[in-house]
């Protein structure tokens, strides 16, 4: 069982930085992966970002390869998503998620209520 909360979000300028924390609770972390998407009014959820806790690996959709930067802090129990450079498009509901295990095809089976990127031009 683990529960989410995301903070950090916010409205800014293109080419603006803003940076997303999850605090994360639960009994044990170490075979979760962490994951961060996304998801903009009228379209699909969209994968950004993940990490797996333990080791720490990481992999990125394309959108982000370059400006986005996701992390985490085990002392805190918070995964964070540095974003760089926004750019309108990046304007949606950020989501934290979390499962349990390293293969691709479980899903992300907890999610926090979500935090708001605005950009603007």
């Known amino acids: 069982q683990v529960q989410l909360v995301e903070s950090g979000g916010g409205s800014v300028q293109a080419g603006d930085s803003l940076r997303l924390s999850c605090a994360v609770s639960?009994?044990?972390?170490?075979?979760?992966?962490m994951g961060w998407f996304r998801q903009a009014p009228g379209k699909e959820r969209e994968f950004v970002a993940a990490?797996?806790?333990?080791?720490?690996?990481?992999v990125y959709a394309d959108s982000a390869k370059g400006r986005f930067t996701i992390s985490r802090d085990n002392a805190k129990n918070t995964v964070y998503l540095q974003m760089n450079s926004l750019k309108p498009e990046d304007t949606a509901g950020y989501y934290c998620?979390?499962?349990?295990?390293?293969?691709?095809?479980?899903?992300?089976?907890?999610w926090g209520q979500g935090t708001q990127v605005t950009v603007s031009s």
């Open positions: 990490i797996r806790w333990s080791g720490g690996s990481t």
């Open positions: 998620a979390a499962r349990n295990g390293y293969r691709t095809d479980l899903p992300f089976e907890y």
């Open positions: 639960g009994r044990t972390l170490s075979s979760y992966v």
